[in-house]
């Protein structure tokens, strides 16, 4: 068994990850499973040295992330606001609502190609993928719970220690550092990586572009890709995209966290991939539909300090222009991903005992 | 038992620190009573008269007034020759802060980690001043960190001892009138984000650490020399 999952690792290490399912292999005994690498992607930030990605940590993350018991009242899982459907972000709402349908204040992230984020949230206040689910967890307007009640009551569930005894190397111990490790290994593995757009410039089947989404590409290029860089579509920088500041809610944006006056009303570029997915669009969902957006860029650039040169003056697309452009977005779409039954709702696994008589007494060493 | 044992003893001026206890009077006049102290300090590390070191292997220790033992550190591989500084950190180190999910003293269940704005909280003291006015806040709150330049919170603190010891049990003060006697609560009553006003107030905690007054003469020091 030892050897046989070494040499899955082995096995696993030498294969072109390219086409292969986002977290590799999974090993039948929960062993170690590769991050996926896409063929010309720069290296990912997460150091999954830190945090080996194993087929059991895999599970035990997705139960958890799919898991209304992490919530003060058992009644919102991370999923309710990152739907697979959507490109894992919350649909149809401009701020997500939470716990008691409390309101948040932002947008909620498409999470998605996490394992390249150089920092998190829509101000950058987040340097770890893994710290990051202190927010839902404590956050008033979204779980409203602490990780100190988490860890209790995940360890009076003996179908979750079990699991965490599988995914930490038989130790059965729940901390709170676990399960942020272990949530992240089921964030870190939504790789979107398989859009038409990707079988396109990797020329693959199914890759074939319409004149019109070639000129769209063309127009992105041009126009968009400084700061939607491919192939993550982000370059990760803060910058103000020309969006006037809603006096009603107002957020400073990256000046919250840095206290720079020059940082004021920027914003993460965030990921256009599965675009057509995830509206409502931008740090407050203002905008329902792309033609929004792109009217946005093309009609409605508020013009303050901090505006990124590039936006100084209305970019220019003609109305036929739009809709190429937005042809091409849409090729952005990755159903593969979307549908992929991996990162779905695990089903009837172990979750949090509702039923009193199935809470088991905590083992004493 | 073997080794050394650092006490720190949590005190204002010079009445033992209690939670939620009678109120007390600060240096800057205010009447305190206090319903949190919580303060992470870093590897300890013992310098002997003989020039050598002694590292302590913790990751980090949290003192913590609700929880007495807390504030004794044991060091049981510590050699027993004189102590003539007990050096430390105050509060948690950049790598921890920026390395993702810790366990241990460092948990980030345990409290001391920022969610929106990822790092250790250094220090946290909270309680409420009921000798000011009821039309004005009488609580007060002070969450202090931050490891980004130029508003690093993080302290080190080295504390010469008056005598060098020879003692196996060493014992510290942490005096919270340093920390809220420092100035008037009226002008501050709240500092919760990283800053240039936490990196002020980080000043005042790490200057709570001291060695009580009789130290600087204990008996079996002096007989030794």
Redesign the interface.
């Given at each position: 068994m030892r050897a046989a999952s070494r040499w899955l690792a082995l096995a696993a290490a030498s294969l072109t990850l390219l086409g292969a399912v986002a977290f590799g292999p999974a090993p039948a005994d929960g062993g170690p499973v590769p991050l996926v690498q896409p063929a010309g992607w720069p290296r990912p930030t997460y150091d999954a040295t830190r945090n080996p990605l194993t087929g059991a940590g895999v599970a035990l993350g997705r139960a958890l992330f799919y898991d209304p018991g992490l919530s003060r009242d058992g009644t919102i899982s991370c999923a309710s606001c990152h739907l697979q459907a959507t490109g894992f972000t919350h649909v149809d709402h401009a701020v997500s609502h939470g716990i008691e349908g409390r309101l948040g204040r932002r947008n909620s992230l498409a999470l998605v190609n996490l394992a390249w984020n150089p920092t998190f949230h829509w101000d950058g206040g987040v340097n770890q993928l893994d710290v990051q689910a202190l927010n839902p967890i404590t956050n008033a307007a979204e779980m409203d719970n602490t990780l100190a009640a988490v860890v209790g009551t995940l360890t009076r569930s003996r179908a979750y220690r079990g699991q965490f005894a599988r995914a930490f190397r038989g130790d059965s111990v729940v901390t709170g550092q676990r399960v942020l490790l272990a949530l992240a290994q089921f964030t870190s593995g939504l790789v979107s990586y398989r859009s038409r757009y990707d079988k396109y410039v990797r020329h693959e089947a199914g890759g074939e572009f319409s004149a019109q989404e070639l000129n769209g590409l063309a127009l992105f290029r041009a126009n968009c890709a400084s700061c939607h860089r491919e192939p993550l579509f982000t370059d990760y920088s803060f910058q103000n995209n020309g969006l006037a500041l809603d006096s009603q809610a107002p957020d400073a944006g990256r000046a919250a966290i840095t206290g720079r006056a020059a940082d004021s009303l920027r914003f993460r570029v965030p990921s256009l991939r599965n675009i057509e997915r995830t509206a409502p669009y931008m740090h407050d969902g203002r905008f329902r539909r792309l033609r929004d957006v792109l009217h946005h860029y093309t009609a409605g650039l508020h013009q303050s300090a901090t505006l990124a040169p590039q936006l100084r003056a209305p970019l220019r697309l003609s109305p036929d222009e739009q809709k190429d452009l937005t042809a091409f977005l849409l090729t952005l779409t990755d159903h593969d991903f979307l549908t992929d039954s991996r990162f779905a709702y695990p089903g009837a696994g172990p979750a949090f005992p509702t039923d009193p008589a199935a809470i088991q007494p905590i083992p004493t060493p | 038992m073997p080794g050394r044992r650092i006490v720190v003893q949590p005190v204002l001026q010079t009445i033992p620190l209690v939670l939620d206890g009678p109120a007390v009077r600060t240096s800057a006049g205010d009447d305190v009573s206090v319903t949190m102290l919580r303060c992470y300090l870093g590897p300890l590390t013992l310098h002997f008269t003989d020039g050598t070191t002694y590292h302590d292997p913790a990751a980090a220790h949290l003192l913590d007034l609700e929880e007495a033992n807390s504030w004794i550190i044991d060091l049981p591989q510590a050699p027993a020759k004189p102590v003539a500084a007990v050096a430390f950190s105050v509060g948690i180190d950049s790598a921890a802060?920026?390395?993702?999910?810790?366990?241990g003293p460092l948990?980030?269940?345990?409290?001391m980690?920022w969610?929106?704005?990822?790092?250790y909280i250094n220090a946290k003291i909270e309680g409420h001043s009921p000798s000011r006015p009821a039309s004005v806040r009488r609580a007060f709150a002070f969450h202090i960190g931050g490891y980004a330049r130029p508003y690093a919170t993080r302290r080190p603190v080295r504390l010469p001892l008056p005598t060098p010891s020879p003692a196996a049990t060493l014992t510290l003060l942490a005096d919270a009138d340093k920390w809220l006697g420092a100035a008037p609560l009226a002008q501050t009553p709240d500092v919760q984000v990283p800053?240039a006003a936490a990196a002020a107030q980080a000043d005042r905690v790490a200057a709570m650490f001291r060695w009580p007054a009789a130290a600087a003469a204990t008996p079996s020091a002096r007989a030794r020399r």
């Open positions: - | 802060s920026t390395g993702g999910a810790q366990g948990d980030p269940a345990l409290g980690y969610a929106w704005q990822s790092g800053g």
